[in-house]
């Protein structure tokens, strides 16, 4: 089957740096997805990642491992509107988003 | 660039009644468009997949006479829900990419779907 793994929640400070890890399984592999979603809002697209290694975006990052079936999303001098969930989406070999529920991302002042 | 609008953005209707989502992307064409519903607290749940010109193709357990959709140009795709009843009551959001499958799937900012 399909599945990915995420932290439920993380919580963290505001100025900090957070990482959010994603492991998943996939019939067949044509990228991985970030979006962030705001609580009742549709979710916006962060970063795009098809190759292994690092893509930097201003205060994102996103990682790549294909071999390991695991990706991390790197957010850097947090920000209370950073306050969001955050989804991993993988791409199959249809190229159709498997999606979970997110990481609910907290920030304290 | 790469704008998806979505209207209404609230509706509210009784029980019975026919509900007619429209989903536009403003700024590039849409080859491919995206139905989802979200439950709260819950991950987003594909209905069901539109190309320009032919019919969706539906996700197992969506009923196709219930949820019409209609992908009439590039830049359109309309999801109506037919003789709605509470149980249909949610988040409605569209998405649409263009020509290339791995091309990045952009959100419209969703309908809620209120029925009495």
């Known amino acids: 089957g399909q599945n990915i793994d995420q932290p439920t929640e993380m919580t963290a400070t505001e100025g900090a740096i957070v990482q959010i890890n994603c492991t998943y399984q996939?019939?067949?592999?044509?990228?991985l997805f970030w979006y962030q979603q705001h609580a009742g809002e549709a979710p916006t697209f962060l970063s795009y990642?098809?190759l292994d290694g690092l893509e930097e975006k201003g205060r994102f990052s996103s990682f790549l491992s294909r071999s390991k079936g695991y990706s991390y999303l790197l957010l850097k001098e947090l920000q209370m509107k950073d306050s969001a969930s955050y989804l991993c989406?993988?791409?199959?070999?249809?190229?159709?988003?498997?999606w979970g529920a997110g990481t609910k991302l907290i920030i304290k002042p | 660039g790469a704008v998806v609008s979505q209207h209404p953005s609230w509706v509210i209707c009784k029980s019975g009644t026919s509900v007619k989502i429209e989903c536009r992307s403003l700024?590039?064409?849409?080859?491919?468009m995206f139905w989802y519903r979200q439950f709260p607290k819950q991950s987003l749940m594909l209905m069901a997949t539109?190309?320009?010109?032919?019919?969706?193709?539906?996700e197992q357990g969506v009923e196709k006479d219930k949820f019409l959709i209609n992908h009439a140009s590039l830049t359109l795709s309309t999801l109506t829900v037919t003789s709605a009843h509470p149980e249909d009551s949610s988040f409605y959001i569209c998405?649409?990419?263009?020509?290339?499958?791995?091309?990045?799937?952009?959100f419209g900012p969703g309908t809620r779907l209120l029925v009495l």
């Open positions: 989406a993988p791409m199959d070999s249809n190229y159709q988003l498997i």
């Open positions: 539109s190309n320009e010109g032919s019919k969706a193709t539906y």
């Open positions: 990642n098809v």
């Open positions: 998405s649409a990419r263009g020509r290339d499958a791995q091309e990045t799937q952009y």
């Open positions: 700024d590039f064409q849409a080859t491919t």
């Open positions: 996939t019939s067949g592999f044509n990228g």
